[in-house]
């Protein structure tokens, strides 16, 4: 059974940093490609950003140079640190897990999902 367990959400304020960490169990880790969407009220969930097995990165234009995202495969966990937050980035963010080739446009019941974590950035 795939678990993908979030955890690291919280309340900051703005400017103010956060990482979210999500490990993983029941996938090949080294196969799949790992990543975060988020959903903010009255929005569609959107990619913030994506990682494959080589590191190769991903990211939404409105989290480029702000956020990380990064993956320890000894530990089967990927982690997204985010930096100079802003409300803007109040959402609940998803751990997901999918093949590399379509981790950019998952859909909720495509791959695998986490619970979520709540964001919340007060200005």
């Known amino acids: 059974q795939v678990q993908l367990v979030e955890s690291g959400g919280g309340l900051v304020q703005a400017g103010g940093s956060l990482r979210l960490s999500c490990a993983a169990s029941?996938?090949?880790?080294?196969?799949?490609?790992m990543g975060w969407y988020r959903q903010a009220p009255g929005k569609q969930r959107e990619l913030v950003a994506a990682i494959t097995t080589e590191s190769i990165t991903n990211y939404a234009d409105s989290v480029k140079g702000r956020f990380t995202i990064s993956r320890d495969n000894a530990k089967n966990t990927v982690y997204l640190q985010m930096n100079s937050l802003k409300p803007d980035d109040t959402a609940v963010y998803y751990c997901?897990?999918?093949?590399?080739?379509?981790?950019?446009?998952?859909?909720?019941?495509?791959?695998?999902w986490g619970q979520g974590t709540q964001v919340t950035v007060s200005s």
């Open positions: 997901v897990s999918d093949l590399p080739w379509a981790i950019a446009t998952m859909r909720p019941g495509d791959g695998y």
């Open positions: 029941g996938i090949i880790f080294d196969v799949y490609a």
